[in-house]
Nanobody, 117 residues
Framework: QVQLVESGGGLVQAGGSLRLSCAAS????????MGWYRQAPGKQRELVAT???????NYAESVKGRFTISRDNTKDTVYLQMNSLKPEDTAVYYC???????????WGQGTQVTVSS
């Protein structure tokens, strides 16, 4: 089992910044990749960004150039730096981790990000 604990959400004005963190614990040796998804009210959960252990990144088109995902393998933690936030970024953000040995996906509890106009 893998546990994911998120932090860093909140309320910010448009144009502002937030940084999300997600710490993994448990069976972490086979976790790859990690990342973030988000779900806005009335919408499906969507990919925001992922990062592998070798730090290969993948971003949704809507956040490219504004969000940066990073990973500290020594702390088993993934970060999402969100700059130039827009009201349409408002959503619950979920940390995600994939176990490539067990072929299982794990999710954090979610953290609310609200961007006011």
């Amino acid at each position: 089992q893998v546990q994911l604990v998120e932090s860093g959400g909140g309320l910010v004005q448009a144009g502002g910044s937030l940084r999300l963190s997600c710490a993994a614990s448990g069976r972490i040796f086979s976790i790859n990749p990690m990342g973030w998804y988000r779900q806005a009210p009335g919408k499906q959960r969507e990919l925001v960004a992922t990062v592998t252990r070798l730090r290969t990144t993948n971003y949704a088109e809507s956040v490219k150039g504004r969000f940066t995902i990073s990973r500290d393998n020594t702390k088993d933690t993934v970060y999402l730096q969100m700059n130039s936030l827009k009201p349409e970024d408002t959503a619950v953000y979920y940390c995600y981790a994939a176990d490539i040995v067990l072929h299982r996906n794990y999710w954090g509890q979610g953290t609310q990000v609200t961007v006011s106009s």
